[in-house]
């Protein structure tokens, strides 16, 4: 066969021509129905109770497929509290307390605020990362697109002209993504567990600081995964070595026998940034 005679690549329109074609249809009592909707063009039905598997892989797809294109080959996730705020800010919380719980909770807060600087200083590490030979970026920076640590993250591979990824999710209150994230990389979640998935699909190392019921969430499912062999070690990095022995007594889990003594080392304890930096090129140049 020639050339000239090679055949089409595919002989059905594209779904979009589809789509098109059929806001032009004549109106009449069926057309107008919402049962000759297209299926994927039909919001209600989507949202139908029993379409929830669809919408689960839905969510599962439209990322991977996104950060496919971008050539995203690896993340460096960044966990942590929503509510520390940036060292600039922090004596304002302090000024705004009415109580004395309030103002001791402000001085807790106040005391962790250097954490956004370092999440900042090892964004910026992580995004110094070359490409690789098929084009692939690596350790590109993924947050949950919030303020606070993840605000840092972002802040950081945007310092050095980096895109950077936002994992966001729909919340009773309004949390829109923070400003540093890459547009075309922030992404909003219905479902936690497909967000979390995502956080892990391409996570090379893991930076925990301190935070809240969703970072124990985000980090002890973390730790179970790779205790349970689900996936392969990598490094996670815990700061805030303070904070953590104050609310979590790993010794007395491994003393009462509910995990392993070895358990306690799936984490590595970091405050600074430049040293969590050496560690994750260590762990890689010695695997």
Not at 143 to 166: C, F, H, L, T, Y
Not at 227 to 237: A, D, E, F, H, S
Request: net charge negative; aromatic share 12%.
């Amino acid at each position: 066969m020639t050339a000239d005679h090679i055949p089409p690549k595919r002989i059905f329109p594209e779904a979009k021509v589809d789509a098109q074609a059929a806001k032009h249809v004549p109106s009449s009592p069926q057309t107008e129905s919402a049962a000759y909707k297209l299926a994927y063009q039909d919001t209600d039905f989507l949202l139908r109770q029993d379409l929830r598997p669809v919408r689960f892989q839905l969510e599962l797809l439209k990322p991977e497929l996104l950060m496919n294109e971008a050539n995203i080959g690896s993340t460096f996730v960044f966990y942590g509290s929503a509510r520390i705020p940036e060292p600039a800010k922090a004596d304002a919380l302090l000024a705004g307390a009415q109580t004395d719980y309030q103002r001791k909770v402000a001085e807790r807060l106040k005391a962790k605020s250097h954490y956004y600087d370092i999440a900042r200083q090892l964004a910026r590490h992580a995004s110094r990362c070359d490409c690789d030979e098929e084009g692939k970026k690596h350790f590109v920076v993924c947050s949950g697109g919030g303020p606070s640590v993840m605000e840092a993250a972002n802040r950081g591979a945007q310092d050095e002209g980096k895109e950077s990824i936002g994992l966001n999710i729909v919340l009773p209150h309004e949390q829109l993504p923070n400003s540093y994230v890459t547009p075309d990389l922030s992404f909003q979640f219905h479902y936690f567990a497909l967000r979390k998935m995502h956080f892990l699909l391409r996570a090379r190392a893991v930076a925990v600081f301190p935070g809240g019921f969703g970072t124990f969430d985000e980090f002890f499912e973390l730790l179970t995964l790779i205790q349970t062999g689900k996936v392969r070690p990598l490094p996670i990095l815990l700061f805030g070595k303070d904070f953590w022995t104050r609310v979590i007594d790993f010794e007395a889990l491994a003393e009462e026998g509910v995990i392993s003594p070895g358990d306690v080392d799936l984490f590595h304890w970091c405050e600074d940034a430049d040293e969590a930096w050496k560690f994750v090129r260590d762990y890689y140049e010695n695997d």
